[in-house]
């Protein structure tokens, strides 16, 4: 089977968007869990040589914040237990959220390779607003723009690395 990267975050960060820009087919779903895998779209991709497959997470049902929370809880810890390596995104437009924050939390408990990237890095002006991330804890950072697809070469480079 070949390896997983899973693309985690809160709602609106634009998980979805770099999810479509990457992947090169679509993945039945493989349903481990009922009810959850709903929330989750499989698809493959491969860089460098290296074949992979990339799951996007999200899709929440609306109901109280509580709940909201609660799933990106739940696709955090799925994620923690069946990828090989975790794309952590965030939002540079928005900066840092209590959301972000309790995912950080989530995932500084994982042994799992997690690779923050900040999103909607479309300009230069926005490369200088991203260090606030540092705030979240990880050693380093990857910037990128889900709509213009900068930065998602660099991004690639560095989790092929890992699995
Ligand atoms: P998700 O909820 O995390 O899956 O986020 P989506 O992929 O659905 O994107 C949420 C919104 O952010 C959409 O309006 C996207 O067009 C927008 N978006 C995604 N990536 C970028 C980006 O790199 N730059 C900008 N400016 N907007 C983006
Ligand atoms: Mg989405």
Do not use: C, L, T
């Given at each position: 089977m070949s390896a997983i990267v899973a693309i985690v975050g809160?709602?609106?960060?634009?998980k979805s968007t770099l999810f479509n820009r990457l992947i090169k087919r679509r993945e039945a779903i493989v349903d481990a869990v009922s009810g959850v895998t709903r929330d989750r779209h499989y698809g493959k991709t491969d860089w460098n040589g290296k074949e992979f497959s990339i799951i996007d997470t999200g899709g929440y049902v609306v109901g109280s914040d509580d709940v909201f929370e609660q799933e990106i809880d739940k696709q955090v810890e799925l994620a923690i237990e069946?990828?090989?390596?975790?794309?952590?995104m965030v939002d540079v437009e928005a900066g840092i959220t209590g959301m972000d924050e309790a995912v950080a939390h989530l995932l500084r408990k994982s042994k799992k390779p997690v690779f923050l990237t900040v999103n909607k890095v479309d300009n230069a002006m926005r490369e200088a607003d991203?260090?606030?991330?540092?705030g979240l804890g990880f050693q380093e950072y990857y910037t990128l723009s889900?709509?213009?697809?900068?930065?998602t070469g660099e991004l690639l480079d560095a989790i092929v690395e890992v699995l």
């Open positions: 809160r709602p609106n960060v634009g069946e990828a090989d390596a975790i794309i952590f991203a260090v606030e991330f540092y889900g709509i213009n697809g900068s930065g």
